[in-house]
């Protein structure tokens, strides 16, 4: 298994723009998230996803945020409009549910608004 | 509100001693608990985990204990090894929930 896939690895972009952000989570697992890190946060969850379903989105910052689960193979995060607090590293991840020895993280994208 | 508190940003040990992680956490409802470790450029990746009915978790040279009155676990390694440097997150999930809660981490760094 290919593990969890994120594109792109680098994304630079000016403010205002939109900004397109995608995964492709191991295949069988039922849940799929997508996290942030900032230095002064950490990891932040924005949303997460159960069988393609959004269950919680309460993390999503503003409603410049949004995020799409349209099967089960992929999910998009999207920044419309860009601004340059939104400069982080942004990290897919997926699992097989709870207590399942945890998530998968992709290798994340590192987003660069100027 | 964070849930989960790494209050050391960073830690420095020397080669062949003991890592000492900590971590606290303010919400009780929280039964399961996970240590992940990153590299620069990669994803998180999954290190040693433990259930609020045990107090210690071993895994080779990983040790993760569970103060569950104190709302403490921390995270051995012994002996830490050049390889164990990177940056070391805390997490924690309460029953039936998918998400974890994470904390800002640590960075580990081991002199040679």
């Known amino acids: 298994d290919a593990g969890v896939i994120q594109s792109p690895r680098h994304e630079v972009t000016e403010m205002g723009q939109e900004v397109t952000l995608r995964c492709k989570p191991i295949s069988g697992h039922n849940s799929l998230f997508w996290y942030r890190q900032t230095m002064m946060r950490g990891l932040e969850l924005l949303i997460y996803?159960?069988?393609?379903?959004?269950?919680?989105d309460s993390g999503m910052p503003e409603d410049r945020f949004s995020a799409k689960m349209p099967n089960a193979s992929f999910s998009t995060l999207k920044i419309q409009p860009s601004e340059p607090r939104d400069s982080a590293v942004y990290f897919c991840?997926?699992?097989?549910?709870?207590?399942?020895?945890?998530?998968?993280f992709g290798s994340g994208t590192r987003l660069t608004v100027v | 509100d964070q849930q989960v508190k790494q209050n050391s940003p960073s830690l420095s040990v020397q080669e062949g001693r003991i890592s000492i992680l900590n971590c606290d956490y303010t919400n009780s409802m929280f039964d399961y608990f996970l240590w992940y470790k990153k590299y620069p450029a990669e994803g998180p990746t999954f290190l040693i985990s433990?259930?609020?009915?045990?107090d210690k978790n071993e895994d080779g040279r990983f040790t993760v204990f569970l103060n569950k009155s104190a709302k403490h676990l921390s995270l051995h390694i012994v002996p830490s090894q050049p390889g164990d440097s990177a940056v070391y997150f805390c997490a924690a999930s309460a029953p039936g929930d998918y998400k974890l809660s994470f904390g800002a981490g640590t960075t580990v760094t081991v002199r040679a």
């Open positions: 433990i259930s609020s009915i045990k």
């Open positions: 991840a997926s699992s097989l549910g709870y207590g399942m020895g945890g998530y998968t």
């Open positions: 996803f159960n069988n393609n379903v959004p269950i919680d």
